[in-house]
């Protein structure tokens, strides 16, 4: 490949939108943090469609033309927006499930309580004395096993498992949820060392019609968690 210079098309100039413009769409979120970050992200990923629309390259070398931003170049436009846009999903689903436990806390379904919490194994020592059993060469203790509840850390709640309730609880359809999934394997794969799971599906490289199926998906979630707010709590 030979050496390029990369340009701004036309006058280069980009206004950027406060955040809060794009978080009235979101705005039904109860994680006002989350909704705050949310603004942040999709006034990077605006710019970034502005950005990609308006580069140009030039080959260095005599006679070359102006032309619009090359493939390789494109893939790395796209993989920062469907991390951006697998974030946005993640996080307002975690601001939705996460006020169905704060509310109903030990009520809340099944699926919604294995987000945040999980189920750990402990032992106490009842004795502190070893017991032999007649005709066994082997001595023990004896010991009570319990199981406790405990909270998972926040980063390590799983968007699976997030996803997965927000389906088991109405929040989401079949379908939002298949797109989510695909969305959420997507975004695993843009890492240098899972980028050969890609090439076994071969999908060499991410394109523009993966970043629109995202955006679809955000979309799909956005009114979904919308619609079915009030019937789901």
Not at 13 to 42: H, M, V
Not at 79 to 102: M, P, V
Request: include cysteine.
């Amino acid at each position: 490949m030979s050496e390029r210079r990369v340009f701004i098309n036309g006058e280069g100039k980009y206004t950027f939108k406060s955040p809060s413009a794009y978080e009235s769409k979101w705005c039904f979120l109860t994680d006002k943090n989350r909704l705050r970050i949310i603004g942040q992200k999709l006034s990077y990923i605006e710019f970034h469609r502005w950005l990609f629309a308006n580069l140009r390259h030039k080959n260095l070398v005599e006679g070359s033309l102006d032309l619009a931003i090359d493939f390789d170049i494109e893939t790395g436009f796209i993989q920062t927006d469907i991390l951006l846009i697998g974030s946005i999903c993640e996080a307002a689903l975690y601001s939705q499930i996460r006020s169905q436990f704060d509310v109903e806390g030990d009520n809340a379904p099944s699926a919604v309580k294995n987000c945040f919490q999980k189920e750990e194994n402990k032992i106490e020592r009842l004795s502190a004395k070893k017991v032999f059993i007649e005709g066994i060469d082997q001595s023990f203790e004896v010991v009570l096993l319990r199981k406790k509840t405990v909270s998972i850390p926040e980063y390590s709640i799983s968007f699976a498992s997030l996803a997965r309730a927000a389906l088991e609880i109405g929040l989401i359809d079949s379908e939002c949820f298949s797109q989510i999934d695909k969305l959420r394997k997507d975004r695993n794969t843009i890492h240098i060392g899972e980028e050969s799971k890609r090439q076994d599906d071969q999908r060499f490289v991410f394109s523009m019609s993966d970043r629109e199926e995202a955006l679809a998906t955000m979309a799909c979630l956005r009114e979904q968690l919308r619609s079915n707010l009030i019937l789901a709590f």
